[in-house]
């Protein structure tokens, strides 16, 4: 397990992104759950984010890819409208222990 942040550094309805070994992730909490994926959209292959830690949309109920609009549930990284339907996002195991947030990469 690698430690990604501490709680504090990750409000409520917010995102965030990370890099690390090499691999971008990030992560977004929402209803005091923490949930991290792979900063890679299943559709075309792109980072989502449209500038630095800009994960979600204007109103904080999904994930949406700045490249073409796409919109990811929240809680398992399906996506539910825009040009793939049904694909997902790639989870990356985590846990909070402490406060801090942890994760298992692939």
């Avoid at 999904?62 to 809680?75: K, V, W």
Wanted: one cysteine or more; charged letters at 15%; proline letters at 7%.
């Amino acid at each position: 397990m690698q430690l990604l942040c501490t709680l504090d550094t990750l409000p409520e309805d917010t995102s965030k992104g990370f890099q690390l070994d090499d691999i971008s992730l990030f992560a977004v909490n929402k209803q005091g759950q923490i949930h991290v994926y792979l900063n890679l959209c299943p559709h075309r292959g792109v980072p989502l984010e449209w500038k630095p830690h800009q994960f979600l949309d204007l109103e904080k109920n999904f994930i949406q890819c700045a490249t073409h609009g796409a919109l990811f549930s929240i809680d398992n990284g399906e996506c539910i409208a825009g040009p793939c339907p049904g694909e997902m996002l790639t989870s990356i195991s985590s846990t909070v222990k402490n406060g801090q947030v942890w994760v298992t990469l692939p």
